[in-house]
């Protein structure tokens, strides 16, 4: 190993550096496209946690060719710092020149996508069919480290399919091409987003380089990152939907990792955090001219939110049937406010729409 990093009172890293970069702390936020863009990133930043956040991936050939949508995508705030641009695409020069163009935009850090497994995505060799063809990907990592100065990393999946598990040789390639940091995915392609917990090529890689590998799959909370720290030695982990789900998990991982007491969250406090990332995305969508795409946006953002609060497939489903951005406003408020009525210990039941309401006192 030969980057820097500090293990803390858990005996587990508290930070590493890609290259002169110090990713404090080593949790990470992960790219999710159609969820984690700039609004969402702000309202995750200001409750704190991530020591890293990413763009969603952004099409080369849409940077290259200068579409709005590609550069909607890659915008970030002057204040997000480290910020990765996560590009993706199977065309060595494309992926060059969006490198170059993203770097000239401010990213601290380049990320390139082998782990997509959309077949829109793979069926032109991006994504993760790049882990089948290492000498494309091979090529295609060369030449985006010779078009830039930034630090240069790669997030893959564990392999494409379980008879090709290859992440521990790519990586040592990657390294040997100077790539600086990798995040894997335990999944394989062919998992998609099930299979059954392997961590084994995450550890494997740890063990084949000396860059920070970052470990990434169903990490949601204190126990799960404490038990991908154990099984694999990883330089720090990387949160995708566990961060929807519960967007003060990062911050709780984040204070375990330097022996903190966890922040208590209150019912009001994610009431309040919700609305707010309506309003904001709203806002935003507004601002693009795109304002019909706000209510699909929170839809999609729901289904995770909602999972683990009490009830809260009554809250999804609510939501989802929602016609207004007003609509889903009152719904969100009136299933918190009922929850907070139980939780003061009043009692609540259930009527025959399928809604919770405070029995009348
Ligand atoms: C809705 C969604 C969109 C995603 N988009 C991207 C993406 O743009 N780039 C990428 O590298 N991975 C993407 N991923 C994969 C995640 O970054 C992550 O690797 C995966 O969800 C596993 O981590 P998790 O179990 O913590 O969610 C996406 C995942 C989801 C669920």
């Known amino acids: 190993m030969t980057y820097k990093t500090e293990t803390g009172p858990q005996g587990f890293p508290t930070y590493y550096d890609v290259r002169n970069i110090r990713i404090s ?17 702000r309202v995750i930043r200001s409750i704190g946690g991530p020591g890293l956040t990413y763009t969603e991936f952004i099409a080369s050939r849409g940077i290259v060719h200068n579409e709005r949508r590609s550069w909607d995508m890659a915008s970030f705030d002057p204040d997000e710092r480290p910020i990765s641009l996560q590009i993706y695409g199977n065309n060595p020069e494309w992926m060059a020149e969006a490198a170059k163009q993203l770097q000239d935009e401010g990213a601290t850090i380049l990320d390139i996508n082998m782990g997509c497994p959309a077949k829109k995505i793979c069926k032109k060799s991006g994504g993760s069919a790049l882990m089948k063809d290492p000498e494309l990907a091979t090529e295609i990592v060369r030449a985006v480290r010779k078009a830039i100065d930034i630090p240069l990393t790669v997030k893959m999946r564990s392999g494409f399919d379980a008879s090709m598990r290859n992440a521990p040789e ?13 995040t894997i995915h335990w999944r394989t392609r062919e998992d998609l987003y099930g299979g059954e917990r392997a961590v084994d090529k995450i550890a494997e890689a740890v063990d084949s380089v000396s860059i920070p590998v970052i470990a990434n799959g169903d990490i949601i909370d204190v126990e799960s990152a404490k038990r991908m720290f154990e099984d694999t030695g990883c330089a720090g982990v990387m949160l995708g939907r566990g961060a929807i789900r519960d967007p003060w998990s990062m911050l709780h ?20 955090v919700l609305i ?14 795109q304002h019909r795409r706000t209510l699909g946006r929170i839809k999609m953002m729901i289904r995770n939110f909602a999972d683990p609060l009490p009830h809260g497939k009554i809250l999804r ?4 049937r929602a016609q207004t951005l007003p609509d889903a406003k009152d719904i969100t408020k009136r299933f918190f406010d009922t929850l907070i009525e139980y939780d003061q210990g009043k009692e609540g039941a259930f009527v025959d729409d399928g809604w919770i309401t405070p029995k009348a006192s």
Request: hydrophobic share 40%; net charge negative; aromatic share 8%.
């Open 25 to 41: 702390p080593n949790v990470v936020l992960a790219p999710m496209e159609g969820v984690t863009d700039v609004i969402f990133r």
């Open 170 to 182: 790519l990586c040592k390639i990657f390294e040997s091409e100077g790539v600086e940091g990798l």
């Open 253 to 272: 991982i984040a204070q375990w990792l330097r022996g903190e007491p966890l922040t208590e969250v209150t019912l009001e406090e994610r009431l309040r």
């Open 276 to 289: 707010m990332y309506y309003d904001r995305i709203e806002e935003h969508f507004q601002q693009l001219d």
């Open 317 to 320: 489903q609510k939501v989802c």
